[in-house]
């Protein structure tokens, strides 16, 4: 297992000084995915081993304050939570990031008190899951782990990337009637990263009226939502 390295973030983890850990390979196939070298590319552009990785962490505990691991998909790796636990034992807060299709590993570290934040992605609403996706196969494993986090006591949100053209504002209302009452959601606007898993596919950010109308749409079941990124 190799990763890739952002020394320095203060917006993956807000509210922490962190870096983030990226993982590769993830197992959906969401055509707009801005990280789609992780995805397909393997351990290619992955320059750490474990043992650097946390000689890295170990080197900044007086610089650092947390840990954000990311992907691709971290939990696609049965690793992930015996890392975890090292990062911690170093004094770090941690924040995972998954698409929630690996309920049973996401329970493990649930359980395990190691991480301290949760940062689940929503792609759309249960019926067209496969469209953002690209997996015919994972809704039931999504609803799990919505389940999980909200029935557990670890701090979490729910997210999600809207895209003109695959996100309407009836599909915004559709998830926050199923996500409602959450304590955390957000909405996050297309952007074009410049490493599109489908580079060919002409994806675009929706227009500030439309982000607005699905914002007031989830506001009636999650009312502290908010725009992320704006």
């Not at 750490?48 to 170990?58: I, K, N, V």
């Not at 999504?142 to 895209?163: A, I, Q, Y």
Request: glycine share 10%; with cysteine.
């Amino acid at each position: 297992m190799r990763f890739g390295l952002q020394k320095l973030t203060l917006l993956d983890y807000p509210g922490v000084m962190a870096c983030t850990v990226f993982t590769s390979g993830c197992n959906f196939r969401c055509p707009f995915c801005h990280n789609g070298s992780l995805v397909t590319g393997g351990d290619a552009g992955m320059p750490f081993s474990q043992d650097e990785l946390l000689a890295f962490l170990d080197s900044r505990k007086k610089m650092l304050d947390g840990v954000c691991i990311t992907g691709g998909e971290p939990l696609l790796h049965a690793e992930l939570p015996a890392l975890i636990r090292e990062i911690k034992t170093m004094g770090y807060q941690v924040k995972l990031d998954t698409n929630g299709s690996f309920p049973e590993r996401l329970s493990e570290i649930l359980s395990s008190g190691n991480v301290d934040h949760v940062a689940m992605d929503i792609k759309h609403t249960q019926e067209k899951y496969p469209l953002a996706s690209g997996s015919g196969t994972a809704l039931e494993a999504v609803k799990k782990s919505v389940e999980l986090l909200r029935n557990g006591k670890v701090s979490f949100e729910f997210r999600t990337t809207v895209v003109n053209g695959l996100h309407t504002p009836e599909d915004l209302e559709n998830i926050a009637r199923w996500i409602a009452g959450v304590p955390r959601y957000y909405l996050q606007n297309f952007t074009d990263s410049g490493d599109i898993l489908l580079p060919d596919s002409r994806f675009f950010p929706v227009d500030g009226e439309q982000l607005s109308d699905m914002l007031c749409r989830v506001r009636k079941y999650i009312p502290a939502a908010e725009i992320r990124g704006k």
